[in-house]
């Protein structure tokens, strides 16, 4: 059974969804006012392998994705763009689907805009209004009054004796050292030129958290399985979310929190006056598999520390794999069912890992085992057609949650050859053009034509 680490209980618990096998799954982002970082990355590729084993576990999954297209940032940004709201937010938008197809991340079922939910957002203020917690401030913004909600502080581990009884934040992001009452609802002011809506409420914009409880439970239902997030969204986000979906509706909101730890760049902080801050589109010399086999290598709650060189170590490992299920294709040796017995252990080890909060590091190790033990095998010619055919569903298996492999590569060129291949990719990706075209031309003496694409290097025969 699979057990997942829940934030709100901060211990690991069994995982049994509300309805049966069918699932649902709320997860934050993006805020569409910039290209993702690979921070963001690391988040929404946790999420994938966490999503993938629910359905390798053959439950039904409902994934909802929301897209934060209005809120302080993309405000801000598109003024000093001097475009509107819906243009700038709009090509942000298509980025971000564009970036996490590279990485094979499998799109989420519904994708609600914010902006397209204003009507939801309001009624559901309106019923805060109505039970009493909330409130309308001198200047029309309507707040969430935390004193009245008992169990506020109760996911991000408050002191409530700091909180300042009817003290206010009006932006979307603080510290937890300052919660206070929050803003629902932000009357218009000058700096959010032409972003506004005319309502019930007057004429004005949401807060950020309010979005995400009106969203989720319009597609989950007041209370559903699993809500998930960057440990950054904790507070006062998700804390936030919580108040004013269990106020509103007397219902818990969330059964499972689960939060992935955040990304470190050369062991620092990623942040842009380090100089350490990537896009994916920053890294588009690597190839994106690469960067997520890196990501989902690590257990999604120990922070991950992205250097080149494990991205290097990231590739040759990929490369291993791809190497395995071309020999596997080719295996000519007799069947003795030698495969059986690793095959069997793999699995065993494997699922454990991944039914253990989705421990990742295990479970590649086990694959690893795997994939030296089937290499002996081959070594020996101990793997006929059928125990390669076992072998390669294995690999299909795991890949349906790792999504690293390749089982559609050609193995028409030499072993040599294909490393030939790996190792001018990776020259070029470090920039030792020289190097990279002396293999270049070696390679096209003997008819080997390559092509550097965005998913990296692509080779084929020329006859
Ligand atoms: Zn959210």
Redesign the pocket.
């Known amino acids: 059974m699979l057990r997942l680490y829940n934030t709100l209980s901060r211990k690991k618990e069994a995982f049994k969804p509300l309805h049966g096998k069918k699932v649902g799954i709320?997860?934050?982002?993006p805020t569409v006012y910039d290209f993702i970082h690979i921070g963001n990355l690391k988040s929404f590729l946790a999420e994938d392998v966490l999503k993938r084993y629910l359905l390798y576990k053959g439950f039904k999954v409902k994934h909802v994705r929301?897209i934060?297209d209005v809120d302080d940032k993309t405000i801000r940004d598109s003024k000093k763009e001097g475009i509107s709201l819906q243009e700038f937010t709009e090509r942000y938008t298509k980025a971000f689907f564009e970036d996490i197809e590279k990485v094979r991340i499998l799109p989420a079922d519904i994708y609600p805009k914010a902006t397209e939910h204003i009507k939801e957002m309001v009624s559901l203020i309106k019923k805060l209004l109505q039970k009493g917690y909330a409130y309308k401030a001198e200047d029309g913004s309507i707040y969430f009054k935390i004193e009245k909600f008992k169990k506020y502080g109760k996911l991000a581990h408050i002191d409530f004796r700091q909180l300042k009884a009817g003290a206010r934040v009006k932006q979307d992001e603080y510290e937890k050292g300052q919660a206070q009452d929050f803003a629902l609802w932000k009357v218009w002011s000058s700096e959010d030129g032409n972003v506004f809506w005319e309502t019930e409420l007057g004429k004005g914009r949401p807060g950020?958290?309010i979005?995400?409880?009106a969203?989720?439970s319009k597609y989950l239902g007041k209370t559903f399985d699993i809500?998930s997030?960057g440990i950054d969204?904790i507070f006062p986000?998700?804390e936030n979310?919580i108040a004013q979906s269990e106020a509103a509706t007397g219902k818990k909101f969330v059964r499972y929190w689960v939060h992935n730890a955040f990304l470190m760049v050369n062991g620092e902080k990623m942040s842009k006056s380090l100089g350490n801050f990537y896009t994916l589109r920053d890294l588009k010399d690597y190839n994106p598999i690469d960067i997520r086999f890196l990501m989902i290598n690590g257990h999604y709650r120990q922070p991950l520390n992205f250097t080149f060189e494990a991205l290097r170590a990231a590739q040759n490992s990929i490369e291993r794999l791809n190497e395995l299920i071309a020999k596997l294709k080719e295996a000519k040796g007799k069947d003795r069912g030698k495969i059986k017995k690793p095959v069997a252990a793999a699995k065993k080890k494997f699922e454990s890992a991944m039914d253990d909060d989705l421990n990742t590091p295990l479970a590649f190790a086990a694959l690893f085992e795997f994939v030296r033990e089937s290499n002996s095998l081959l070594d020996k010619n101990s793997i006929g057609k059928k125990d390669a055919a076992s072998a390669l569903q294995f690999l299909k298996k795991v890949d349906s949650i790792f999504a690293v492999m390749d089982f559609e590569q050609k193995a028409e060129i030499s072993k040599e050859d294909l490393h030939l291949v790996k190792e001018r990719e990776r020259l070029r990706n470090e920039k030792h053009f020289a190097e990279a075209d002396e293999i270049r031309k070696k390679l096209a003496e003997k008819g080997i034509l390559l092509d550097d694409t965005e998913k990296g290097t692509k080779w084929k025969v020329q006859k």
């Open positions: 709320y997860t934050c982002g929301n934060t950020w958290h979005e995400c409880s969203m989720s809500h997030g969204l986000h998700h979310e």
